[in-house]
């Protein structure tokens, strides 16, 4: 018997206003559908016909037959490719014992007390402990009875990742910026003993926290928000995170990771003054080519707390020559620019989860020039 479209495209759908956020299952894909786009998907995957779903279009939109087919095809093949596993945003290479049991060469290896718990770090290269250790130097001590130990080498052209000897991700080069996603989230799970599927959602963000919650800043690598964590803890704030976050699907909170925040050279005037030793870090290559210095950040000290609810997400930019904005956004504009710095777990449930989660937070974009107003607007936002 065959089987419906509906049955063969798996989706977790969200109404926004007039659009529908959809998640594909096959593909692990989001897309913001308008209202005609939603109106041909729902008419697909219920069984119309091209012709039917033509004639639909065309009388109630008043379109051209040619324009009609033409709108109507487009869609149809997005969501043909969308629900292609083919088109997942990575192809993942798949996990194989040999990963488990590879005796790599050994560049560094370092040991690091985050919190109570000690780590152990194995680094198969120089490119690969500059990934990893100069966010990490200020945690280094010369205890070595660690209950975790953590491996990161080569092996074939892929990157592997290992806890305690058992390989947990392995990636392709190119994708060397999902390694150390994978590795923050294990340090998340480890730290509190949280299992690796009960993470909701992973956040390419910053994050601080007045002590009482949480605000997250999503945003692309350049952004600025780095500077603006180093501001805030300048001014007082708790500074969870400055690369990735971590929501944990039991209780929507995000958690603190004491990794130093890296400060740009484009930042270090601006600094400055809120950190006169800052100039006094040598400077060091990252990873990714570009000269940092590491701002150990002030969130590992014990007696803490280390988890908060997530209060608001936070669009920023920092900008010289525009004006200075800070302004509630729709929960539509904020979907299109929070999911390219998002990584759900992915399964049904979990995304159903994920879209209920975000209908309790508040969104805004913040645009500034001037540090004191941005600590203001945050400060303001916080005590609302």
Not at 148 to 168: C, M, T, W, Y
Request: net charge negative; proline share 4%.
């Amino acid at each position: 018997m065959k089987r419906s479209r509906k049955e063969e495209i798996v989706t977790v759908s969200k109404r926004i206003g007039d659009s529908t956020a959809l998640w594909f299952a096959s593909s692990r894909s989001f897309v913001l559908l308008e209202q005609p786009a939603w109106e041909v998907f729902d008419r697909y995957v219920k069984d119309w016909s091209a012709e039917a779903i033509f004639d639909y279009m065309s009388s109630t939109y008043n379109l051209t037959e040619a324009d009609s087919q033409k709108f109507v095809n487009e869609i149809i093949e997005g969501i043909v490719q969308l629900n292609d596993p083919a088109n997942l945003p990575y192809l993942q290479p798949a996990l194989v014992p040999e990963f488990d049991e590879y005796l790599f060469s050994l560049f560094a290896e370092k040991f690091y007390l985050i919190g109570e718990t000690l780590f152990r770090f194995r680094y198969g290269s120089e490119w690969l402990i500059r990934c990893f250790h100069p966010t990490m130097a200020h945690l280094e001590t010369d205890s070595q009875n660690a209950e975790h130990l953590f491996e990161v080498f080569e092996q074939d052209g892929l990157l592997i990742f290992r806890h305690n000897g058992k390989a947990v991700e392995a990636f392709k080069s190119e994708n060397s910026h999902y390694l150390r996603g994978a590795v923050s989230q294990k340090l998340f799970s480890v730290l509190y003993g949280i299992a690796d599927e009960d993470w909701m959602v992973t956040l390419h963000s910053a994050a601080v926290s007045d002590g009482k919650s949480a605000i997250v800043f999503p945003a692309q690598a350049g952004s600025g928000k780095s500077t603006l964590s180093a501001i805030l803890q300048a001014s007082g704030f708790m500074v969870l995170s400055d690369d990735f976050n971590a929501v944990n699907q039991n209780n929507g909170f995000v958690y603190r990771l004491p990794l130093a925040i890296s400060v740009k050279e484009g930042s270090l005037k601006t600094l400055e003054s809120y950190y006169p030793a800052l100039k006094e870090i040598l400077p060091e290559q990252a990873a990714t080519g570009k000269i940092v210095r590491h701002l150990p950040v002030i969130n590992n000290r014990p007696g803490e707390h280390t988890a908060f609810p997530v209060k608001a997400l936070v669009f920023m930019s920092y900008s010289e020559d525009e004006p200075f904005i800070f302004e509630e956004i729709d929960e539509r504009e904020a979907i299109q620019l929070l999911l390219p710095e998002t990584w759900v777990n992915p399964t049904s449930a979990n995304v159903v989860q994920f879209f209920t989660w975000i209908e309790g937070i508040s969104f805004y974009r913040l645009q500034y020039a001037i540090n004191q107003d941005a600590i203001t607007a945050i400060d303001g936002l916080f005590n609302a």
